[in-house]
């Protein structure tokens, strides 16, 4: 595709439903990188991938938090039992390959109720 | 203490002026320091990236790294409005690209046509 694309762009939930957000990377990116921003602040890690292989996932909050890349494309975040601390835009980033730039996508706004 | 600070701002000048945005780091480890611009409601797009200290020119951007003080810097020369944006810097160890970025909070910049 033209660049990173992320779905929903939007999501409410209610706290304690479990949400998965979408990360489609350019085609043939290797690397793909999960970020979370809060309004006013820069975006902080959560984890990455190169290919299928989730080569860091230190930054992820805590359990009720995991991701997959499984078939090295296509990558979901899927949050667990949310609470309204989760509240957050989601950004997902890709990269060609190590030492080249990553791409970021317009995120998921994610507003737990 | 984080382990990146950035002024938040916000910061307005006037069109024509010279901007300088700054960052301060604590972690010797990093190596590859990048500016980050993101508009309004969209995902941050990488401007410069610099490795180890030195300047990095780009048009009306210059880019500066003094890793002996930990301390980085963007300047903007002849400021459009254009440049309106939040600017992000983020800095990564020694494998650009392949390594997770530590981002700045942002400096919300405004130039006044």
């Known amino acids: 595709g033209a660049g990173v694309s992320q779905s929903p762009r939007y999501k409410v939930t209610k706290r304690g439903q479990d949400v998965a957000l979408r990360c489609d990377p350019i085609s043939g990116h290797v690397s793909l990188y999960w970020y979370r921003q809060a309004l006013g602040q820069g975006p902080e890690f959560l984890t990455y991938?190169?290919?299928?292989?989730?080569?860091?996932k230190s930054g992820l909050p805590n359990d009720r938090f995991s991701a997959e890349r499984p078939e090295g494309s296509i990558s979901t975040l899927t949050i667990q039992r949310t609470e309204q601390r989760d509240s957050a835009m989601y950004r997902c980033a890709s990269s060609h390959s190590v030492n080249t730039e990553a791409f970021f996508g317009q995120g998921t706004r994610l507003t737990v109720v | 203490q984080k382990e990146v600070e950035q002024d938040p701002g916000p910061l307005s000048v006037p069109e024509g002026a010279i901007v300088s945005l700054n960052c301060t780091y604590s972690?010797?480890?990093?190596?590859?320091f990048m500016w980050y611009r993101q508009y309004s409601r969209k995902g941050p797009e990488l401007l410069m990236y610099t490795y180890s200290s030195g300047n990095k020119e780009d048009g009306r951007f210059t880019a500066q790294v003094d890793k002996s003080s930990k301390y980085i810097s963007l300047f903007i020369r002849d400021s459009q409005p254009s440049d309106s944006a939040t600017y992000l810097c983020a800095m990564t160890g020694s494998n650009f690209g392949n390594e997770k970025l530590t981002f700045g909070t942002g400096t919300r910049l405004t130039i006044i046509p």
């Open positions: 972690n010797s480890a990093f190596q590859y």
């Open positions: 991938f190169n290919y299928e292989a989730q080569q860091d």
